[in-house]
């Protein structure tokens, strides 16, 4: 196969990125009592299409948000902060993992808003 010219995807650099997840189209048609868990399934899903991670670890402000309105009322759309971080721990499987936080949505409501790459200076 022919290579993409030189714009090679780099997976083993750490970096934080805030996107827009449609959780609507993915939760169409699923079941009332299964919609809370699998907005949680879908969310990870998506970090580890995004970031190219297997291992996804969900922060507990964004578990409390999906399920702030109960198992049937799951937001349709949802701000997220993803980062790629290094593990720390010497006997890992993998040497990055993605955190997914909650990202703070302007007031002027989310669109327009693309993905946005987040200059981490910590």
């Known amino acids: 196969m022919a290579d993409k010219g030189g714009k090679g995807v780099r997976k083993d650099e750490v970096v934080t990125r805030e996107y827009t997840i449609n959780l609507h189209k993915r939760l169409h048609g699923c079941t009332f009592k299964k919609k809370a868990p699998k907005a949680i399934k879908e969310i990870r899903k998506f970090a580890q299409k995004a970031m190219g991670t297997t291992d996804v670890r ?29 593990n720390a ?34």
Do not use: C, F, H
């Open 89 to 122: 721990e010497e006997d890992a499987k993998e040497e990055l993992y993605s955190l997914v936080t909650v990202a703070e949505v302007p007031a002027e409501g989310m669109k327009g808003l693309g993905t946005a790459v987040i200059d981490e200076t910590d």
């Open 58 to 86: 969900i922060d507990v402000k964004l578990n409390k948000q999906i399920w702030s309105s109960g198992i049937r009322s799951v937001p349709r759309r949802v701000r997220v902060r993803i980062s790629r971080k290094r």
